[in-house]
């Protein structure tokens, strides 16, 4: 399958309608994301002048002439501004004298190890970039995110050709522009970079230093394996750590756990809390997920023969289900994210304390609006399948604007036994 990132113009991405009514409407805009997600280059387009602070020699002449950033043509982009923090309070400064739209673009990697004096609350706005999605790739969606929020259940139609051996595809083969569309060793030679950096590069710089890297990338692994489940980090610990006879204390797992989402690579969904309804005994914890599921292939060492076989790597954590359909429901909840953020919405996850009920996300508008997903890792639908989107649905009555399953499938429509949607994961868009 062939990705529209092979070619050299810029590719469209999703978030560029939204940064673009950010830039018309605001002084400053921090695009903030993990590596390799494309935020320089999306952030570039609207861009009159640019400062990669990344490079020695660039960083060196602002440091010595910061009125650079305040006096150059606007909309000035200041890339990985967490290299220089000083240069967040130096925007935060401008904007208190000068709130005139589209002054400023920074865009970072990580949160900086010494941070800036203010939080930029009420002048620089956050908007977050993610690996490229399914219909960022190429494939051509036919049910949009934004109209099934809209409620009245819109007619759902739509067939795919993509199926199983297709997915797998996807979800190995990443959502960062630079590894789309390689071969398979050199998909295998990025993400192995990718994560090589992160050990030896990146969390070091985001202010943690390792003193084991091996016991590192243990916890990673584990953390990889815990994939849209709600482990604790106790039983992610404890699997990192199986077959020892003395296990970290958590004060050095701990910081593992924050500095991978401080350099955005963890990107788990939280736990849902409903505003406008009493759905007592839910969880808060949140599912476990790596920015970008190819990440988490990569960690483990799978590839597509042993996914598609059912098998999985690396340390034992708790599921229901195979590895491959917690990898499904990773790839979607990328792709969720990114059209819900495109809506104005919110992403959550639903489970109740006893695991009695679950729902993959709960998708929810700003106005309250709410449409649930579930995610399966199969062509067909029966009413067992949909037994928690109808649970749901009493508890939330008219809020409850619209609910699917997510399959594996070719055909998209709505059952006739209770409206519920069902659309295969490559028609599901913005």
């Given at each position: ?5 092979t070619?050299?113009?810029?590719v469209?991405?999703?978030v560029?309608s939204?940064?673009?009514e ?6 400053a ?10 935020k320089?280059?999306t ?18 002449v ?21 290299r220089?923090?000083?240069s967040w ?17 920074l ?24 690996p ?34 297709e997915y ?18 050199a ?10 950096r ?38 992610i ?13 958590r ?5 593992y756990?924050d500095t ?19 759905i ?12 970008d ?12 023969d042993?996914l598609?076989a ?5 340390p034992a954590?708790?599921?229901d ?6 990898l499904l429901?990773?790839l ?11 809506a ?31 995610v ?5 639908v029966?009413?067992?399948?949909v037994?928690h ?7 939330l ?17 709505r059952r006739?036994s ?12 913005p």
């Open positions: 399958m062939s990705s529209t990132f070619g050299h113009g810029y469209p991405r999703t560029d939204q940064l673009a950010f830039v018309a409407a605001l002084p805009v921090a695009i903030q994301g993990p590596k390799g997600v494309g320089t280059r952030a570039s387009q609207l861009a009159a002048s640019t400062f990669e602070l990344d490079d020695p020699a660039v960083l060196q602002v440091e010595a002439d910061p009125t650079r950033l305040t006096t150059s043509p606007a909309p000035v982009l200041i890339d990985e501004w967490q220089w923090p000083v309070d130096i925007v935060r400064r401008a904007v208190d004298k000068n709130s005139s739209p589209g002054r400023f673009l865009a970072g990697s990580a949160s900086p190890q010494t941070p800036p004096t203010h939080s930029g609350a009420g002048r620089i706005v956050d908007l977050r970039m993610r490229a999605t399914l219909a960022e790739r190429g494939i051509v969606p036919s049910v949009s995110v934004a109209a099934l929020l809209a409620g009245g259940r819109p007619a759902i139609s739509g067939a795919t050709t993509v199926g199983l051996e797998v595809e996807q979800i190995i083969g990443s959502g960062l522009p630079a590894v789309l569309g390689r071969t398979d060793a998909r295998r030679a990025l993400l192995d970079a990718y994560l090589d992160i050990v030896d590069r990146d969390f070091p710089e985001a202010g943690l230093q390792v003193r084991n890297p091996a016991g590192l990338r243990r916890w990673l692994a584990a953390y990889a394996a815990a994939t849209a489940t709600t482990a604790t980090f106790e039983t610990r404890d699997a990192a750590t199986e077959g020892q006879s003395t296990k970290p204390a004060t050095t797992t701990t910081p756990r991978l989402e401080r350099i955005w690579v963890s990107d788990p969904v939280p736990g849902w809390s409903p505003t406008r309804s009493h007592n005994r839910l969880t808060n914890a949140p599912k476990h997920h790596l920015a599921p190819a990440l988490a292939v990569a960690i483990l060492g799978l590839d597509a042993r598609l059912g098998k999985s790597a690396g954590i708790p599921r289900g195979t590895f491959l359909g917690a429901e990773s979607v909840a990328l792709n969720i994210r990114v059209y819900a953020q495109a104005d919405a919110k992403v959550g996850h639903l489970r109740t304390k006893s695991g009695d009920r679950e729902i993959d996300f709960i998708v929810q508008a700003r106005s309250g609006e709410v449409v649930a997903l579930e399966k890792l199969a062509t067909t029966n009413d067992h399948d037994r989107l109808k649970w749901l649905a009493d508890q009555g008219p809020d409850l604007v619209d609910a699917a399953i997510l399959t594996t499938g070719r055909d998209a429509y006739a209770d409206n519920i949607a069902v659309i295969p994961v490559a028609l599901l868009g």
